[in-house]
């Protein structure tokens, strides 16, 4: 039977361990033409194809890492598995302070929806006082799973991993579904080093997404900066889209996730690179045509009434909307009250609701949005003064 | 006889430049016979001053003096040097030139193809700013390599056979970069590379000098420019001092007042807990990216002078549950690792059986919109065609659809980035393709990427009914710079005359005193006047077995003074 791919890609006569397919793969990488990106494609498909189907290795015994050998250490010592405690660890030598929180004032939470009805801590407690090694520290233990601190999460996760991570979890839980966001308490969770097991924070970042997924639907708690700037910290859902995205996957509200938090990416994390110079010279020429255009109106006027009342408004208005970016915000919410107030004829409303989309972030973040707005309140001024002149 | 095998790391606070011959990587000394040239530019009237003489005058001339001007590569960013404007490719091009003399010197040959390290992170425009300044310098970037890849290179080539997985974690003065990579029979293949073009041991010192000033009392954002850059130098012995011990006692003179201020380490960790915290994101990156976990890495690699500092130390233990290696000098390993690389391209014999394949650390894709319900149109989204981490070279194909009906052209924008939207990312290029009038969505286009590891982008556009084509390439060695406008620059860059390299030492020397003169007060202030006195008179006697006895002599009195002042 003649080899079928991807073993006969890499030269194997049949389906191999993942030892041999690594030989084969650097022995034919050496042969091809490393420049050619279709021979090294099909190579890599084949090599990373075979990886996948390889044979199992018999569990024979770990070869000695070169770390090991490094430093004078034998084969030996690697059959023992990592443990999860850090091995090295210096003591700390600050006390660890509690970052915030008064846990211990607090009323009994509401246990978090996602945990059995019998509760989840107590029932965590009862767990690990029956397994066979039972890690009690003598002396300065909390009797109670929420008397600890965020800030000794930590020393506790030396001592006793289990119940810190369950401990972790609720307080997480309670931070996340606190009804007013407790941002602080996410910030100091998600700083800890336990918190930096990689499937862990995983899984919070999920648990995270799913929450504010929910409750970005809830016209009563909207989207708050404070959380928007946490979420960049810890997960970069804003500057990491394409990373973000494949963790959390293609979801529909995806988009306007991003649009909802972009605004609070500080100006100093994005890359500093001079194609965006050109952004600015547009903003500038953006600035000066909408002064033209409210120059010309103001004249216009004038050669109607000649009232000079209009050019101080106007002038005013222009100065406004030039330096005070979020008025331009303001102003396109005006049009529509205005249009909807004075019942204007349908192509003002429609240029209106243009202007004014259902999420007002929509509005800052994108260019378009912002001159579409600025020619709406152009618009607007225009007919306001137009009102007056008619009915004054 | 062959041209010499040249790799060069240039870095953010300092630079080296590397040979590869006999087999093996060798660094080679300065003018003043060290390894490491501080990436430091000085005018001295019309004289141009490369390196410790410069990084000396840092605090004696501020305003004639640039550093740290690696992170400004890419941007339109000017620093003021005298009565002149350079830009960072400018002043990167002086220090190439340094490198590139004293290396002739020591190797008695001309130096022309060179591989320059850059971060892994840099983009495609920091980039192309770095093969510019090499031009300038009258080098010719044959490659970049990323410089964590370097790194691998460097520790791989002293355990040929080995086989394991590998993390080098490598914080510079300016950057910050992970790669994830795999060793085995001679095949050395990055698996992941993610990072931070804007923190490095720059920050941790501005933080620390932050705090400083705090201390004394006046919040840093009060103090004038000068001050903060004589607090931001002061910061830095610091950084280095808390290195090696636990605490440290500055004596630093600000605004004309002298203060003493004792600095632990734990006020150090504690200003710079911020920094840490952005450690972390690329980390998780990497391992998200190649799938693995923590636990499946064999060695943890440091590499870059900041990863002296204990307190990355201690993260990476953490954050890895075993002991970093640095069993070459973590200043060392970037540059070591261009010259292998170099060797690599040149086809050394020597390195017939090692083959390095590296990632796109970007993503690289095109703009697209789409249309809501309403029937508005949102542009500015990024598809990446290319994702990050693909290995090199690759090629990739994905197809668009028109949006109008009728729509007769297509816009291709190529960008790089990971941002959602096209206007965090950067921008690389852009062309139209025809396409016949249609439905909507019913006409479309096919638009192919290729990425080759020496940096070229090609991106071809092909319309799926009638097959017409359009296309753009987009390679390193072009910048935004043309030809000419390199050759022009090149010759205005070969007006600045270097500082003789034979007077190097002593314009040095001179320089170095010059500083703790301006460090000092009462006493060793007229200690150091006389020195200055003597030292200016034995150079107009021009005796040099006189000049360098009296350097001997002196130079014991100054390390006496700098340890004072400093600690």
């Not at chain 1, 990416?265 to 045509?289: E, F, G, L």
């Not at chain 2, 960013?77 to 490719?89: D, I, N, S, W, Y």
Request: proline fraction near 5%; aromatic fraction near 6%; charged fraction near 25%.
């Amino acid at each position: 039977m003649s080899p079928k791919w991807p073993w006969s890609e890499l030269g194997l006569a049949k389906r191999a361990t993942e030892r041999e397919v690594k030989r084969a793969y650097a022995a034919r990488l050496k042969q091809i033409d490393r420049n050619d990106p279709a021979a090294f494609g099909a190579l890599r498909d084949a090599f990373a194809a075979a990886k996948n189907g390889a044979l199992k290795e018999k569990a024979a015994p770990k070869r000695p890492r070169m770390a090991d050998i490094a430093e004078g250490r034998t084969g030996q010592d690697d059959a023992a598995p990592i443990t999860l405690r850090e091995p090295q660890r210096a003591p700390d030598p600050l006390p660890e302070a509690p970052i915030e929180h008064t846990p211990a004032a607090e009323p009994a939470q509401p246990q978090p929806p996602q945990t059995d009805d019998a509760g989840h801590q107590p029932f965590v407690e009862e767990l690990f006082a029956d397994t066979p090694e039972p890690p009690k520290a003598p002396a300065p233990k909390p009797a109670q799973p929420w008397g600890v601190g965020i800030g000794q999460l930590d020393a506790l996760a030396q001592e006793d991993p289990d119940r810190a991570q369950s401990i972790f979890q609720t307080k997480f839980n309670d931070a996340l579904r606190s009804m007013h966001w407790d941002t602080k308490a996410l910030d100091a969770l998600l700083s800890l080093d336990m918190a930096h097991d990689l499937t862990l924070r995983r899984s919070l970042e999920a648990q995270l997404y799913d929450t504010l997924q929910t409750r970005l639907n809830d016209p009563e708690t909207g989207y708050p900066v404070d959380m928007a700037r946490v979420i960049e910290t810890h997960f970069q859902w804003a500057t990491d889209g394409v990373g973000a995205s494949k963790r959390l996957g293609w979801r529909r509200d995806y988009q306007l996730l991003m649009y909802g938090h972009a605004r609070s990416v500080p100006q100093s994390s994005k890359p500093r690179i001079a194609t965006r110079a050109k952004d600015k010279q547009s903003y500038v020429w953006h600035k000066i045509s909408v002064f033209a255009v409210l120059f010309l109106l103001t004249i216009s006027i004038q050669e109607m009434k000649g009232a000079d009342d209009y050019i101080v408004v106007s002038v005013a208005l222009a100065v406004l909307f030039m330096f005070v970016r979020w008025l331009t915000m303001l102003g396109a919410a005006i049009i529509v009250k205005l249009a909807s107030l004075l019942r204007l004829n349908r192509p003002a409303i429609r240029l209106a609701h243009w202007a004014f989309p259902a999420t007002t972030a929509k509005l800052t973040t994108s260019l378009e949005f912002r001159k579409l707005g600025i020619f709406a309140l152009t618009a607007v001024v225009m007919v306001a003064l137009y009102l007056i002149d008619k009915y004054a | 006889m062959a041209q010499p095998i040249i790799g060069i790391d240039l870095g953010t606070t300092n630079s080296l430049i590397c040979v590869f011959e006999d087999g093996a990587p060798r660094l080679l000394t300065n003018a003043l016979g060290h390894l490491l040239t501080p990436s430091v530019v000085s005018l001295d009237g019309d004289k141009v001053l490369v390196g410790e003489a410069a990084r000396d005058r840092q605090t004696t001339h501020p305003k004639d003096t640039a550093a740290a001007f690696k992170r400004a590569m890419g941007t339109d960013t000017t620093f003021q040097l005298g009565r002149k404007k350079l830009r960072a490719e400018e002043l990167s091009s002086l220090v190439l030139r340094k490198l590139k003399d004293d290396a002739e010197a020591a190797l008695g040959q001309t130096i022309r193809d060179v591989v320059v390290s850059v971060p892994a992170y840099f983009n495609q425009g920091q980039r192309q700013a770095t093969i510019a300044a090499c031009a300038m310098a009258g080098l010719n970037a044959v490659r970049l390599v990323n410089e964590p890849t370097a790194a691998a290179l460097a520790y791989g080539l002293q355990d040929r056979d080995g086989e394991s997985q590998f993390l080098v974690f490598d914080l510079g003065g300016g950057t910050f970069d992970v790669t994830v990579l795999e060793h085995f029979d001679g095949v050395m293949e990055v698996k992941a590379s993610s990072g931070d073009a804007f923190l490095g041991g720059e920050d941790f010192s501005e933080a620390l000098a932050k705090a400083m000033a705090d201390k004394i009392g006046t919040p840093w954002a009060k103090l004038a420019k000068d001050a903060q850059h004589q607090l931001r130098l002061q910061a830095d012995v610091a950084k280095r001092h808390l290195s090696g011990k636990d605490d440290f006692e500055a004596r630093l003179k600000l605004d004309g007042a002298h203060h003493t201020l004792t600095l632990t380490r734990a006020d150090f960790e504690q200003a710079c807990a911020a920094l840490i915290k952005r450690l972390h994101r690329p980390i998780e990156r990497c391992f998200y990216d190649t799938g693995l976990d923590t636990d499946a890495l064999d060695r943890v690699i440091l590499v870059g002078g900041a990863t002296r500092m204990p307190m990355i130390r201690q993260m990476v233990a953490r954050q890895f549950k075993r002991l970093p290696e640095m069993t070459i000098d973590p200043d060392h390993a970037v540059a070591l690792g261009a010259a292998v690389q170099a060797a690599l391209v040149a086809e050394d014999r020597a390195l017939d059986d090692v083959v390095m394949t590296d990632v796109s650390p970007f993503s690289v894709g095109i703009e697209t919109a789409t249309k809501l319900k309403n029937g508005t149109v949102i542009g500015g989204f990024f598809q990446p065609i290319i994702e990050r981490n693909t290995p090199l070279p690759a090629s990739r194909q994905d197809s668009f659809g028109t949006m109008d009906d009728n729509q007769t052209q297509l816009r291709v924008d190529i960008y790089q980035g990971e941002a959602p939207k096209v206007s965090d990312n950067v921008h690389l290029g852009q062309f139209l393709l025809d396409v016949p009038k249609g439905k909507a969505g019913h006409e479309g286009m096919f638009v192919r990427i290729t990425y080759d590891p020496s940096g070229l982008i090609e991106v071809e556009a092909t319309s799926i009914t009638d097959g017409k084509k359009a296309g753009l390439v987009i390679r390193d060695n072009v910048s935004n710079l043309t030809e000419a406008e390199i050759a022009k620059r090149l010759k205005q860059m070969q007006a600045f005359k270097m500082h003789p390299r034979e007077d190097e030492e002593n314009t040095a020397f001179l320089a170095r005193i010059r500083r703790l003169y301006e460090m000092a007060s009462g006493d060793d202030r007229h200690l150091l006047q006389g020195m200055l006195m003597e030292f200016e008179g034995a150079l107009e006697g021009q005796d040099p077995a006189e000049i360098s006895r009296m350097r001997g002599d002196m130079g014991e009195t100054l390390d006496r003074i700098d340890d004072y002042y400093v600690s």
